[in-house]
């Protein structure tokens, strides 16, 4: 492979962006080589711009639940676009889209479309501030609920990567209203719920936690969160983002029986384009401007592009549920793979994660939070990356981020990725 190309651009697009991306694990810093820069995609496959071809296990980081460039998607985004680009003003897909989005999860009775995760989560927390009258909010330490201040605090994904887990440029003021706890870590939430009474607006929680590698709920979390938030008179926020309409048609209310107050979505529901969303019942979403005093506003929100490729890859969802269980064998195929080298290994459906902890044995148990997630040994991950992807397989240039299986990942690709990861030498790379 030569990524002559690709390394002409880098040069050329660190002089005008800093690091030479538009979002920073993108930089592949942490994996000690540079970036590939792409050329165009189809299913499973990405191509760059020197003509090397990658299985994707990135999907976008998340959207790409039919795989790349999905012909239906593509037609009713090109459909779309024949009619203008931006209204700022209502369209009926708008109203489709949210009818859709209610069907799947019935909890949210009303929606609001945005135009990133970022802003879905900012704008949930605002309403529960909004609704309950309160500050603070509890979050979890790993999980990453966007870029904006008060969430910026013990922060999975790019944070966790660049080992930066609270940002700089956040106000004190900000970052005091967010309270910290470890995931899994039942005893430390009810402390903070207790010592914070009646102070708390919401918990805000990735129901399964995929930004500090892929780490489920442990048996009764969810329960528990709810039973407290309950308790306490606080919301629940399920941060979707990267869960919704990817663990099942539902997302992890569905999966896990739990419900939560408000839900934020991102990625599958813009089906590849810069879309976003949060809800809940009426009750709370009335307070969001201008039923109410909540004030959020945005001049691309439910643009009608973005809003063509979330009905289209909603419908395609929804007409064929069967996705769901053929990503979820797939993926465990590939755990397996992962599993019968020694590594610890962690999946929920379509989301799993390899970890490389050194010395690693079955009995040690389940990485199930940040404290257990940074035990594992980056060298060897970006190893471990670049051997992969040298035999043409993309993960996510992070041991921080999901391997994301999409309904284009045929069994043939499937086994070509489980083959490359038996061929990979591990004790070389943990030496
Ligand atoms: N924070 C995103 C993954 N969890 C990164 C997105 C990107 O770099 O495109």
Redesign the pocket.
């Given at each position: 492979m030569n990524w002559n190309r690709s390394e002409e651009l880098f040069d050329k697009a660190r002089q005008l962006m800093p690091g030479g991306v538009n979002?920073?694990?993108?930089a592949f810093q942490a994996v000690g080589r540079h970036p590939f820069f792409v050329e165009r995609a189809q299913g499973p496959w990405l191509i760059d711009v020197d003509g090397n071809r990658y299985l994707d296990y990135v999907c976008?980081?998340g959207p790409g639940i039919l795989g790349h460039a999905h012909p239906r998607v593509v037609e009713a985004v090109r459909r779309a676009c024949t009619k203008g680009l931006t209204f700022g003003a209502p369209t009926a897909g708008e109203v489709e889209l949210a009818e859709r989005i209610s069907t799947c999860v019935p909890d949210v009775e009303m929606v609001r479309l945005v135009s990133s995760g970022t802003e879905a989560v900012m704008s949930a927390v605002r309403a529960a501030r909004g609704y309950t009258g309160r500050e603070k909010i509890l979050k979890f330490s790993g999980n990453?609920h966007g870029h904006s201040d008060g969430l910026l605090v013990k922060a999975g994904?790019?944070l966790m990567t660049q080992s930066v887990p609270d940002s700089a440029g956040v106000p004190e003021g900000y970052a005091s209203c967010t309270l910290t706890a470890a995931y899994n870590d039942m005893e430390c939430v009810q402390r903070l719920m207790e010592e914070n009474a009646g102070k708390v607006a919401a918990i805000v929680v990735e129901p399964v936690a995929a930004?500090m590698g892929v780490v489920p709920p442990k048996k009764g979390f969810l329960e528990f969160l709810r039973q407290i938030t309950y308790k306490h008179g606080s919301l629940l926020i399920f941060d979707e983002v990267i869960t919704g309409f990817r663990l099942a048609l539902g997302g992890a209310s569905a999966y896990t029986g739990v419900h939560a107050d408000l839900y934020t979505f991102g990625k599958i529901v813009g089906g590849g384009m810069p879309l976003a969303a949060y809800g809940g019942s009426r009750d709370i979403m009335s307070l969001v401007a201008p039923l109410g005093a909540v004030y959020q506003a945005g001049t691309l929100a439910g643009n009608p592009a973005a809003v063509a490729a979330g009905i289209e890859t909603l419908k395609i969802l929804m007409e064929d549920p069967g996705i769901y269980e053929r990503i979820d064998r797939r993926a465990g195929m590939l755990a397996e793979a992962f599993r019968s080298r020694g590594l610890a290994v962690n999946r929920t459906g379509s989301l799993l994660s390899a970890f490389f902890i050194p010395g690693y044995r079955e009995e040690d148990g389940r990485v199930e939070n940040y404290e257990d997630a940074c035990k594992c040994d980056r060298e060897a991950f970006a190893a471990y990356f670049n051997r992969m992807l040298e035999r043409g397989i993309y993960v996510a240039p992070s041991q921080f981020?999901a391997m994301f299986v999409s309904d284009a990942h045929e069994e043939e690709e499937i086994a070509m990725t489980c083959k490359a990861v038996a061929d990979v030498e591990l004790t070389e790379i943990f030496s």
């Open positions: 979002s920073p694990v993108r976008s980081w990453y994904s790019g930004n981020e």
